[in-house]
């Protein structure tokens, strides 16, 4: 399970721009079982900032900083080593080479709060090690962002879906991608959380 939830949180990160994207920030609606309530700040593919689930994580690639609120402890991750390690075939790949490989159907399109979308539907391979996921997913070309995904995960995980909301097409000032005041690095993730060390 933690794998299918990596991968899907690396999902926005391995797509490459081959355009100028807008800024923008959104209210981000995930359910999977729960609703789950987060928000984004977009600067580019490869800089933006994500909260939600007591985390904050910003992604200035290749680094991404891991961010825990309650302990106000934060890990490094070099993403490039990761999704490596993890065997996944997107690294490094644009938008539309993913769509390509996994043979995602277009599907026609659609307007999403405002903004027109192509739906793409298939099966799509997040890793060597990860069972394929059915998508569909609603792109926006001028954010260069999913604005809507439906997935069917594996048993017994079921389905998730996620979708933006309040969209603000406005520039994103620079300190929103920097470390919070009074945040410390730690090496594992287990110490971010501030879980014990048995050892």
Known sequence: MKKIIFTILA?????VSTLTAIEFSADEISVMGVEM????YYKNITTHRNESMGMIRILKYPTMYQMFIDTKKYIVLDMEETLNKSKNPMAGMSFE??????NMKNMGTETVKGFDCIIYEGDFVFSEKVPPTHMKIWY???????????????APMGTMSSHLENIKI???????????????????????MGIPNFK
């Open 170 to 192: 406005e520039k994103q000032a620079d300190s929103l991608f920097e470390i919070p005041t009074g945040y410390t690095k730690v090496n594992t993730i287990q110490e971010a």
């Open 97 to 102: 080479e993913i769509i390509k490989k996994n």
């Open 140 to 154: 926006s070309k001028k954010l260069e962002y999913a604005l809507k995904m439906d997935m069917s995960l594996p």
């Open 37 to 40: 309530k987060g928000k984004i």
């Open 11 to 15: 999902l926005h990160f391995v797509w």
